[in-house]
């Protein structure tokens, strides 16, 4: 069945540090694949999104490209802050429903 | 973005009683609006699909006696948790999508609502 799997966290980054959360799926047909943010006391947040192969969402730093050979959507950033300490999950778009990672919580120290 | 609300944002009740959260799509018609659960340190957890005009369509192993969910208008879906046990505490989230599910990918989610039930 369709399935994404994040790596687990805490990820424990220095401010400015370079960020990579990895992000897999298993999914029949082409899917859409997004992530999501939810920062401490606040509801979901779309972060970016990418509807076909080789897409490049992009948002507020944050970077993820659609590889469909390598079936992997890792969220990238080249220098972190402190207030992007927050809990990112991936998820695909398959049959008009959402599917979750279980969410990475991400700590930035300054 | 679009901005979605929920009511209440937290709810203390007693165990045995019935509570009811709206959620409202505030920036445009909400064909689908879905159901979630959060429990700590987990993702989410899709409760029910519900489309404006006719019954929810649950996920297996959610009771739907025990969720009830009305979608009355485009604009509005409630949950009611009916006769809460504590074992029903968590953090339940609604979300909209613009058009009808399959049509457009993204959902937009309201805040939120902590249920504790003593």
């Known amino acids: 069945g369709n399935s994404v799997t994040q790596m687990e966290g805490p990820v424990t980054l220095s401010e400015e540090a370079f960020l990579t959360i990895n992000c897999t799926y298993t999914a029949t047909g082409y899917p859409s694949l997004f992530w999501y943010v939810q920062y401490p006391g606040e509801g979901l947040q779309l972060l970016l999104k990418a509807t076909k192969a080789d897409d490049k969402g992009s948002n507020k730093g944050f970077e993820a490209t659609y590889r469909k050979e390598t079936t992997s959507f890792h969220l990238e950033k080249g220098s972190v802050q402190v207030s992007d300490s927050a809990v990112y999950f991936c998820?695909?778009?398959?049959?008009?429903?959402?599917?979750w990672g279980a969410g990475t919580k991400l700590i930035i120290k300054p | 973005g679009a901005v979605v609300s929920q009511h209440p944002s937290w709810v203390i009740c007693k165990s045995g009683t019935s509570v009811k959260i709206e959620c409202r799509s505030l920036?445009?018609?909400?064909?689908?609006m879905f159901w979630y659960r959060q429990f700590p340190k987990q993702s989410l957890m899709l409760m029910a699909t519900s489309n404006e005009g006719s019954k929810a369509t649950y996920e297996q192993g959610v009771e739907k006696d025990k969720f009830l969910i009305n979608h009355a208008s485009l604009t509005l879906s409630t949950l009611t948790v009916t006769s809460a046990h504590p074992e029903d505490s968590s953090f339940y989230i609604c979300s909209v999508t613009r058009r009808p599910a399959g049509l457009t990918d993204t959902q937009y989610f309201g805040p939120g609502t902590r249920l504790t039930v003593l």
């Open positions: 920036d445009f018609q909400a064909t689908t």
């Open positions: 998820a695909l778009n398959s049959n008009y429903q959402l599917i």
